[in-house]
């Protein structure tokens, strides 16, 4: 039984635990034969815990004997992104400047996920600050991605990624400042969902990416993601934007042969304004036409608003100089040259700028507003493109022939940062070189759970959850 027990959910292993058909122990044990291995294929983790998981494992194997399981995690092996402190657990932000740094104390979301009883695998793999989509850095080896050790896994949650896709843990944790989930859940094949902002709150709060940044999951399935995402969410005053409200319990639609009748959902392949691979939209359309099975009242078209990039890269940019700026005065050399092309860019803005883009978020937020008084969802590949080389680097330029630009290749899933939206990435097919394509579903500000739903229910219908990529 243990043989299997990586390859299998964290709500299916919840439920084993509780009845005593396993023990945390017996799971932890699987998992990390899983990482023995792998790992050293695809270099998912820049810190492995295995000390502190067994310690925590067979904590938790004593708490399920007697029946006092802390939550529905308790027991389950789980990562979080080597962005957030982890109090006694190194901590690098994938960069030379913190490769030695040892919080005292956790962030908000580390210390959620300890108190849920869950068993820590380690820290994974990211991008200095997480400032790229892909996952090289220069205090770990690249993470690569599980389908073909050849290509990116995306990032900034790269190794959280590649860490579930390659069966080293159900659960991951991580951040999405400008599609930092979705891009690797896309290109790795798993599922990532972005909460509303402010569902789980953020603290310490780094200036730099506080005003976009979204904590959540990286899993298998949809049901996981409800699961990790629940225990991380809810009011901290520390993180003044957290949001107050409660999200509400993740419960499947009712089994019925249209569960999305009365759904209005627009479908758009690249929001009127950027370049798509035509492969990755003739997948996702088959993805959109499922929904339509499903009873939802499809709409092929645009959002209608202008291309936020431009402003968003000054925002970006922006927080880059302030926030990494002084550093990479100190060290030139300890970053990417692109990198300190960035901050100069964001250097070279007046407050007048930065107010003004922050204005054009304003309305974009408006606009998107607007369009969700019309309809329920929108449907949007989750990236244009498949995974490309992990040779460090710029990465692909143009897709089918048009220049990408400033745009950059996260266009589809930005905006929602800017305006505070959940979305989620779920797998929805393969291309012909054998490699995900994620199909992106965004929903109302605060609706989480209705993303949550709808991605649930277009999940099961597909069941592409048993695949698994040929490693060693």
């Not at 820049?46 to 998981?53: E, N, P, R, S």
């Not at 389950?76 to 932000?93: F, Q």
């Not at 709060?205 to 991380?232: C, F, K, N």
């Not at 929805?428 to 500000?445: F, K």
């Amino acid at each position: 039984m243990s043989d299997e027990l990586w390859a299998t959910p964290a709500t299916e292993l919840g439920r084993m635990i509780q009845a005593k058909e396993v023990s945390p122990t017996e799971v932890l044990d699987s998992v990390l034969g899983r990482m023995d291995a792998v790992e050293p294929e695809v270099h998912a983790f820049i810190t492995v815990t295995d000390d502190l998981a067994r310690q925590e494992a067979a904590a938790a194997t004593e708490r399920a004997q007697r029946g006092e399981r802390i939550s529905d995690m308790d027991g389950i092996p789980y990562s979080i992104k080597d962005l957030e402190n982890t109090a006694g657990i190194r901590t690098t932000m994938g960069t030379r400047f913190f490769a030695d740094n040892v919080p005292d104390t956790d962030s908000v979301v580390a210390g959620r996920l300890r108190s849920s009883g869950g068993v820590l695998l380690g820290k994974t793999n990211t991008p200095a600050f997480g400032w790229k989509d892909m996952a090289d850095n220069q205090v770990a080896p690249t993470t690569v991605n599980p389908w073909d050790t050849s290509r990116t896994t995306g990032a900034s949650s790269g190794g959280a990624a590649a860490a579930v896709a390659a069966g080293m843990g159900p659960l991951a944790q991580g951040s999405d400042g400008a599609g930092s989930i979705r891009i690797p859940a896309a290109l790795c094949g798993v599922v990532g969902f972005k909460p509303s902002f402010g569902r789980i709150p953020v603290h310490p709060i780094r200036e730099y990416w506080a005003h976009r940044t979204h904590m959540g999951p990286l899993t298998r399935t949809v049901a996981d993601a409800a699961l990790m995402t629940s225990l991380m969410a809810g009011n901290d005053d520390r993180d003044p934007l957290s949001l107050t409200s409660d999200m509400g319990e993740f419960v499947p639609l009712p089994q019925s042969d249209r569960p999305l009748a009365g759904r209005r959902i627009r479908w758009s392949p690249d929001l009127g304004y950027g370049a798509v691979s035509a492969e990755v939209v003739q997948i996702v359309a088959e993805a959109v036409s499922v929904l339509e099975e499903l009873g939802g009242s499809v709409e092929a078209k645009a959002p209608g608003w202008e291309d936020p990039s431009r402003f968003h890269r000054v925002i970006y940019s922006s927080g880059l100089a302030v926030g990494v700026g002084p550093l990479a005065d100190r060290e030139p050399d300890w970053l990417e040259d692109d990198l300190k092309r960035l901050i100069e860019y964001g250097r070279s803005h007046s407050a007048v700028d930065l107010k003004t883009a922050e204005i054009e978020r304003g309305r974009l937020y408006d606009a998107a507003r607007t369009l969700f008084e019309e309809i329920d969802l929108l449907v949007t590949p989750a990236m244009p493109l498949e995974a490309w080389s992990a040779e460090p680097g710029p990465g692909p330029q143009e897709i089918d022939g048009v220049r990408l630009g400033a745009r950059g290749r996260s266009f589809l899933l930005n905006p929602f940062n800017l305006t505070g939206q959940p979305a989620i990435s779920i797998p929805c097919g393969w291309t012909e070189a054998g490699l995900p394509v994620g199909v992106q579903i965004v929903g109302r500000r605060n609706q989480d759970i209705d993303v949550l739903q709808v991605a649930h229910v277009l999940e099961q219908r597909l069941g592409l959850g048993d695949r698994w990529p040929a490693l060693t």
